[in-house]
């Protein structure tokens, strides 16, 4: 099952196809991730902490 490379958490297959590159089987960031987001193509640390 495919998981966060920042956090760990489970993501759903669905997710990785849809929010990885071809090839990559485990996505860089999650909306579990609490210090990161994904910007476009790339990642950066959150500006703001997220509500739950």
């Known amino acids: 099952m495919p998981e966060c490379q920042n956090c760990g958490a489970f993501v759903t297959r669905a997710y990785a196809r849809v929010f ?24 950066r640390e959150a500006r703001s902490t997220r509500r739950t």
């Open 20 to 43: 990885t590159p071809i090839g990559i089987e485990n996505p860089r960031v999650c909306p579990n991730c609490e210090d990161k987001i994904r910007d476009g193509a790339s990642v």
